[in-house]
């Protein structure tokens, strides 16, 4: 996505643009985390990872930690450095 232009309202307010909003699949009642870095503005979706559900009911399907976490995240599981 491309940088786009917003106005500050009166009272402080911004609106995020749509294109924006779909891309994080933002609805109304979203959480935000907004912090200053470095002299600009952060804003970040705050995700709540609510693991308990899942506890207890994993199964092994013969994954290490780390293949598993990769799947999960959606990316390569990264070289482990083992030596032949």
Not at 26 to 44: F, H, M, Q, Y
Not at 57 to 76: K, M, Q, V, W
């Amino acid at each position: 996505m491309e940088t786009m232009d917003i106005t500050l309202a009166e009272r402080g307010q911004i609106v995020i643009p749509k294109e924006a909003r779909d891309e994080l699949g933002l609805k109304p009642g979203a959480k935000l985390k907004i912090r200053v870095v470095d002299g600009r503005l952060l804003i970040e979706k705050k995700v709540a990872l609510d693991l308990s559900r899942w506890v207890g009911r994993a199964i092994d399907d013969g994954l290490t930690t780390n293949e598993a976490l990769s799947e999960l995240r959606g990316r390569p599981v990264p070289w482990q450095g083992v030596l032949c």
